[in-house]
């Protein structure tokens, strides 16, 4: 018996149509997922604690089960798992707004070759200046920063630790570097010579703090720091890709290199701590760090390697074909294993949800359709030739809802793209948020279909994987979609006319509305215009690129390539000082208070 009931034969795309999946690449997935498991553990979902009636023979209870984790057993035999999780996630307190931008990208005058944790205090006090509560940013996980080097936040090493890229060396009193931090040239990262400058001075405050007794407690708190701090020590010993390994994983971990291992360990121990004073402060004046859960880890991770079978080799997860991205994609990390996932009444989902929640005052899932079904690509296929497999939906919406009541947090799922209906209907069952852009939704203003954000939404002016406002307006993404070879010549000029036409219909909605004064305004009073028009939306939150107060054109992301842009290096054209004290800016962030208000 294999567990292929779990690959769907067919789908159904943006569009509405029917896709079936090639009978071959279902077998093939079919056979990644190997043998079911001939006695597998059960996994019961009690919202409020209720035990549904069809499971009480395994988990008599007489009344509502404490909220929380449980073992159903038979004797000393451990049948599963009940996941008693409020049927509603926490409410996020109405007109909420705030910012979004990368830690990376954030540029402050005592920024060292890239910004640390202690700066987004910055950004937090100025939001704060202005009635804001919600800093959005990226990932703030580990990647692999030597080479062969992968920054992207989304391909973390592993789910379950901070970054120690962003630690606020200075405060940490370490010494300062006679050689100058590297510059952005042409506002683009060097991660290589950051990284190496980074490293040279965290080694020196690791051996200083390797016996301090508060590292010592968080050690034994957190005791998978220490079994990942080892793993990358083995790493630098042993190489990159652990499958290489001649020795086993008890002989891999004593032979790492102790330079190496002890600064991780003291790494992950001044992030996390930099990270909870951030937070802290925060939430002591209503404000909200805000973080994504990137949906995979590398391949080559601590979390792939630490888990085991947990991952599925031969398989990498993507997306299947749409209008913008005709062949597919292929993201370049392995998938869970639904079935063994259920086995350990889904373990490491839970420490993933619980480490963001511990500082993330609003957490956003990634590609939340995730929770529901995955598209698997087979090694060396097209990203085309995929299928997906399904996800325990109820069982992990069960695990959001918990771990979000349990820490006070909130919950936003990006619903963007190929959407099942049951995985918006699930957001809605649970009073978790969906996402809104408001780019996506500009060409309908002005015409009687014209889109507002809804109550159950966080609203965005634009996303880290689109062009901001400013190159919207220009046509910057039909440009580069004809630069990638994914419209002709003559789909883009149709396509120019089509958003030439949309500008006069937005702009003669914003002059009705009286957010413009005049059709011939200037951009930043069309923009400003636009971003008061999104603020006054029902949306649960607001959050506005904060590049868009400046009128930004470069993207953060380009999906769908790696060497082509310049992806996830870009510094923000503004020191924060410097925008904080620009009269237009902060004009801009008042009227969107003032919306808020209003809305």
Avoid at 506 to 512: A, G, K, T
């Amino acid at each position: 018996m294999t567990d292929s009931t779990l690959v769907l034969r067919w789908w159904v795309d943006v569009a509405g149509e029917t896709v079936d999946v090639d009978p071959a690449i279902v077998d093939q997935v079919a056979h990644a997922l190997g043998d079911a498991t001939s006695a597998p553990l059960d996994v019961v979902v009690a919202w409020d604690g209720i035990v549904p009636t069809a499971a009480l023979p395994y988990a008599p209870s007489d009344g509502p089960l404490p909220l929380g984790y449980h073992e159903l057993r038979d004797g000393d035999r451990v049948l599963g798992t009940v996941i008693s999780a409020p049927r509603l996630a926490p409410t996020v307190p109405p007109g909420q707004w705030g910012v979004f931008l990368p830690l990376y990208s954030l540029r402050t005058h005592r920024t060292n070759g890239i910004a640390c944790y202690g700066e987004l205090q910055g950004l937090f006090d100025w939001l704060h200046d202005h009635g804001g509560e919600v800093v959005l940013t990226l990932p703030l996980l580990p990647t692999y920063l030597d080479e062969p080097a992968d920054w992207s936040p989304y391909s973390p090493v592993t789910r379950r630790m901070w970054s120690e890229l962003y630690v606020d060396l200075d405060a940490a009193g370490a010494p300062h570097d006679a050689e100058p931090a590297p510059v952005p040239i042409d506002g683009l990262l060097d991660y290589p010579a950051i990284h190496a400058r980074h490293t040279a001075r965290l080694d020196v405050v690791a051996e200083r703090l390797a016996d301090h007794p508060e590292l010592r407690e968080w050690v034994a708190d957190n005791p998978l720091a220490e079994t990942y701090a080892r793993f990358r020590g083995a790493q630098a010993t042993l190489g990159r890709d652990f499958r290489t390994w001649t020795v086993s994983d008890l002989d891999a971990l004593a032979a790492a290199d102790p330079v190496v291992t002890r600064r991780h360990l003291v790494g992950c121990w001044l992030a996390d701590r930099q990270l909870a004073d951030l937070a802290g402060a925060a939430r002591a004046r209503g404000q909200l760090l805000a973080l994504d859960v990137a949906l995979g880890a590398h391949p080559d991770g601590f979390d792939t390697w630490h888990e085991g079978d947990l991952f599925v080799d031969g398989m990498s997860v993507g997306a299947p074909p749409d209008p913008i991205f005709m062949g597919g994609q292929n993201w370049g990390f392995p998938p869970v294993h639904p079935s063994r996932s259920r086995a350990t009444g889904h373990r490491y989902i839970r420490e993933t949800f619980r480490h963001h929640v511990r500082h993330a005052g609003l957490l956003r899932l990634d590609h939340v359709m995730g929770l529901a079904r995955q598209w698997w690509v087979p090694e060396g296929a097209s990203p085309r030739d995929g299928a997906y497999v399904r996800y325990p939906l109820e069982e992990l919406l069960a695990i959001a809802c918990l771990e979000a009541h349990l820490a006070g947090a909130y919950i936003v799922g990006e619903n963007l793209g190929t959407v099942p209906p049951e995985v918006n209907q699930g957001l809605l069952d649970h009073g978790l948020l969906g996402i809104h852009v408001a780019l996506d939704d500009l060409p309908t203003w002005g015409t009687d279909h014209m889109v507002r954000a809804g109550r159950l939404t966080m609203s965005m002016s634009s996303t880290h994987d689109t062009v901001p406002l400013a190159s919207f307006w220009f046509g910057g993404d039909l440009h580069r979609s004809h630069r990638f070879g994914l419209i002709s010549v003559e789909r883009l000029e149709q396509q120019l006319q089509d958003r030439a036409a949309a500008r006069g219909r937005i702009v003669d909605q914003l002059v009705h509305d009286h957010r413009l004064s005049r059709r011939d305004s200037p951009l930043a009073e069309i923009v400003s215009g636009i971003l008061d028009e999104l603020a006054s939306h029902p949306a649960a939150v607001v959050t506005i690129n904060l590049e868009d107060f400046w009128l930004e054109e470069r993207p953060q992301n380009a999906p769908g390539t790696f060497q082509e842009e310049p992806n996830w290096r870009r510094v923000a054209a503004r020191a924060l000082e410097d925008f904080a004290s620009d009269p237009e800016t902060s004009a801009m962030a008042d009227r969107v208070d003032r919306a808020r208000d209003q809305s």
